[in-house]
């Protein structure tokens, strides 16, 4: 049978025709301007752009087709760890589209951005509650930027007690998300990697033995990239005081304990929030996200600029006279649709929502450890946060099967891939990791037919071996090249620069 080509299917390149239009216009009523003149001087192309000439049904038919492709939280589970890939709820959406949010424009006066500003003060306040820190700023546009300022602040803290020159290393363990040491690094301190207990948690010994009069802080990443809640805080928190040093915590795992314990509680100084993955503002393919750092009093004076706050007689102001500030990490007040959403929905949450959602984010993961327990080897198999890591040790071994491949599998049964290669083979005994974060937002019927297709793979890798290591056999493209990709991408259309 010959395979028929749809023309939905093809590029707009290929199905162009000389002359197609989508619109045309009328004629022209008014005289007749001659470009190159009107734009005086300006750099004009020699000859005219390749673009595609196709009616709008084409058009409409070939982005509809591209936007079926595309793999969403909306469309299909999306376990990918790290990521908390949570449905968010088109309420969000709608509700950040009235006019008061769409319309509102920054630079208003004060008097109109009042609820604009209470807003933000509540956001806040909600923040600094789940934290058990007195106060947050909203301004960084992502985790990393919430890194970075908790790490300048640090740095201003110092420097205001005269120990900005001495205090130059910040330690990492192992089991921190990758951010951190870069962090670290691009905020001028000297990252130390500091390496995990077998069970994956932070050697105290090791720890101990690193800090000294050098040390401006430790950044710790709690629940770790193992999914695994660290069980020494206080007295981690208390060594490192005990040197008058600070205890970042790079909060962006707060899914797995929000509501249940608060960071300012066991002796953290600062941290960062992920609103775009606890709080379901939408994200993936680099944002837009939000996140704000929470801090302890001492810190406060050192936050970006401007500090919304409420007066004394109930409205609400832009505080900009702060002489100890960092300055601002991010024009106006952060990515403001990213608030507005995590706020809708944190107040449809609800003081119990938030501790209902870590602690089902939770179950969630731990139901799916116990149910592929044996099917796919897990290096540190005990109670889990809110991601489980799984390792391809098993099908490796016995049938030369890597998390790639299964991972690449998966696309097959319309489940997006885990994470992968992430924590390194050096943090799971040498093997390939593959991370699974399932979120609450997932029902008992998805997890199971998870657990079921994870099952599957693993018989097909005895039984039917070359057909895990050449999928996805379902999609467009089939396996590529990774390598070439990565080392040698060609990134032009051909026909585009004809
Ligand atoms: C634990 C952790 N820390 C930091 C980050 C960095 O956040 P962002 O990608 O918003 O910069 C992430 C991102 O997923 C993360 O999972």
Avoid at 12 to 28: D, H, I, N, T, Y
Wanted: hydrophobic share 40%; aromatic share 6%; with cysteine.
């Amino acid at each position: 049978m010959t395979v028929l080509a749809n023309p939905a299917e093809k590029l707009l390149f290929e199905v162009s025709k000389p002359g197609r239009r989508c619109l045309r216009l009328p004629e022209l009523d008014v005289p007749k301007v001659d470009v190159k003149v009107a734009l005086r001087g300006a750099k004009l192309r020699a000859k005219p752009a390749n673009l595609p000439e196709v009616g709008e049904l084409d058009l409409v038919r070939h982005f509809k087709n591209l936007a079926q492709k595309n793999f969403s939280v909306d469309r299909n589970f999306y376990p990918l760890g790290s990521c908390t890939m949570k449905y968010n709820p088109k309420i969000n959406v709608t509700l950040l589209s009235l006019p008061g949010f769409t319309k509102a424009h920054p630079h208003l006066p004060e008097a109109d951005l009042q609820g604009h500003i209470e807003l933000m003060v509540t956001l806040e306040s909600w923040l600094s509650e789940i934290s058990g820190l007195p106060a947050v700023t909203l301004q960084p546009a992502a985790g990393a930027q919430g890194e970075m300022t908790g790490l300048m602040v640090i740095k201003a803290y110092f420097e205001s007690k005269g120990e900005g020159k001495t205090r130059t290393k910040v330690i990492i363990p192992d089991s921190a998300h990758g951010t951190n040491p870069a962090t670290a690094a691009l905020a001028g301190f000297v990252p130390l990697t500091l390496k995990s207990t077998a069970d994956g948690s932070v050697d105290l010994a090791a720890l101990k033995a690193a800090i000294g009069p050098d040390t401006a802080a430790m950044m710790i990443t709690n629940p770790s990239t193992l999914g695994i809640l660290e069980p020494n805080m206080v007295e981690i928190a208390r060594l490192l005081h005990a040197a008058g040093a600070q205890l970042y915590m790079d909060g962006a795992n707060m899914n797995a304990i929000q509501g249940m314990v608060r960071p300012g509680d066991y002796g953290v100084d600062v941290m960062h929030f992920n609103l775009h993955k606890t709080y379901s503002v939408p994200h993936g393919a680099g944002g837009p996200g939000a996140g704000p750092i929470a801090v302890a009093s001492h810190l406060e004076p050192y936050l970006p600029t401007p500090r919304p706050v409420r007066n004394a007689d109930g409205s609400y102001s832009l505080d900009s006279k702060r002489p100890d500030s960092i300055g601002k990490v991010r024009s106006f007040f952060g990515n403001y649709g990213a608030l507005v959403m995590a706020y809708i929905y944190m107040s449809q949450l609800g003081r119990e929502g938030v501790r209902r959602n870590g602690e089902n984010a939770v179950l969630n993961a731990n139901y799916l450890r116990a149910k592929l327990r044996g099917v796919y080897h897990i290096q540190n198999d005990k109670a889990c946060a809110h991601e489980v890591v799984f390792t391809d040790k098993t099908q490796h071994e016995q049938y030369h099967i890597s998390a790639l491949d299964i991972a690449k599998r998966m696309i097959d049964y319309g489940i997006h891939p885990m994470t992968i290669y992430f924590p390194q083979p050096n943090v799971v005994g040498g093997h390939g990791a593959m991370m699974v974060e399932p979120t609450e937002t997932e029902s008992k019927e998805t997890l199971d037919f998870f657990v079921e297709v994870m099952k599957q793979i693993a018989q097909e890798c005895k039984d039917n071996p070359e057909i895990i290591r050449t999928a996805p056999h379902t999609t467009p493209v089939s396996r590529v090249d990774e390598k070439t990709a990565t080392t040698n991408p060609q990134l032009y259309c051909p026909m585009c620069i004809a």
